[in-house]
């Protein structure tokens, strides 16, 4: 994910991307982000927080748990906005997606 610095929101999707770090992946134990699960982050309508983000599979056991964990993490920072999620799988999560912290935190388990 790459944040424009000319974008009118940036500072809010900069918090709700500093915010995803939160969230790991309880198989993989490393954040969303570093994996590249995170594909944009949106302010919609002033208090809308979309985020666009996919799984490392469609059938990933931890779906649910990584969604609820974007949810509340991003209600956490933002307790006056409407969270939503759009799950993809186009195009589909792949090792060349993770970040070089991403690939250290799994070399080093």
């Known amino acids: 994910m ?7 929101n ?4 900069g918090r709700a991307e500093l ?13 969303i982000v570093d994996l ?3 594909y944009d982050v949106d302010i919609k309508e002033g208090n809308k927080i979309k985020v666009t983000m ?4 469609p059938h990933c ?6 969604q609820t964990g974007v949810i509340n993490v ?8 409407e969270i939503e999620i759009d799950l993809t799988f186009e ?3 792949n090792y060349d997606m993770v970040s070089s912290e991403g690939m250290q935190q799994l070399n080093n388990r």
């Not at 790459?2 to 009118?8: C, F, G, H, K, R």
């Not at 940036?10 to 999707?13: A, F, G, P, Q, V």
């Not at 915010?19 to 954040?31: C, F, H, K, R, W």
């Not at 991003?74 to 906005?81: A, I, M, S, V, Y």
């Open 74 to 81: 991003l209600e956490k920072e933002f307790p006056d906005h």
């Open 61 to 66: 056991p931890m779906g649910d748990a990584i």
């Open 91 to 93: 195009p589909a999560w």
């Open 10 to 13: 940036y500072d809010k999707i």
């Open 54 to 57: 996919t799984l490392t599979s």
């Open 19 to 31: 915010a995803l770090y939160e969230v790991i992946d309880p198989e993989l134990m490393v954040n």
């Open 36 to 38: 590249g699960l995170v």
């Open 2 to 8: 790459i944040l424009d610095p000319t974008n009118e």
